[in-house]
C-alpha cells in the first residue's frame, strides 16, 4: 500500500472513531510504528489532524488556519452552497458572515 493510501486510510478511520493509535494502525496496516508515526506528522502539518502522544485526534477548528480549514469537508460545503444558492429568489438581499461554509 502506498502511503498516500495509508494517509487517506488513516483519516478515515480518524473521522469514525475519534482518534487514532500509532501502534493500533502499525498492526492494522502492517507496517512500523516509525512509518506511522511519520504518516501523521504529515498529516498534522498539513492541518489535517492533531498529533498527541501515542495517536491523533481530529484537528480542532480552532487551532487550524483558515486556509487549511477550507479544505476540510470542501465537499460537503459547495453542497450546501449549491443548494442555498437556489433558495436566492431575484431581488433578496443576503447577509453572509464569515467562515469557510459561506466563503463556498
Not at 495509508?6 to 501502534?23: C, D, G, N, T
Not at 512509518?35 to 498529516?43: G, V
Not at 459547495?78 to 429568489?89: D, N, S, T, W
Amino acid at each position: 500500500m502506498l502511503s498516500s493510501q495509508r494517509k487517506q486510510q488513516i483519516l478515515a478511520i480518524l473521522a469514525e472513531e475519534k482518534q487514532v493509535m500509532s501502534s493500533e494502525l502499525s498492526q492494522r496496516f502492517s507496517v512500523s510504528e516509525d512509518s506511522i508515526r511519520r504518516d501523521l506528522r504529515e498529516l498534522a502539518a498539513e492541518g489535517l489532524l492533531q498529533r498527541v502522544h501515542g495517536g491523533a485526534l481530529p484537528v480542532s477548528a480552532a487551532v487550524a488556519s483558515f486556509e487549511t480549514r477550507k479544505n476540510v469537508q470542501a465537499g460537503s460545503k459547495q453542497l450546501i452552497a449549491q443548494k442555498a444558492v437556489r433558495l436566492i429568489q431575484p431581488g433578496q438581499v443576503v447577509i453572509i458572515d464569515g467562515g469557510t461554509t459561506t466563503e463556498a
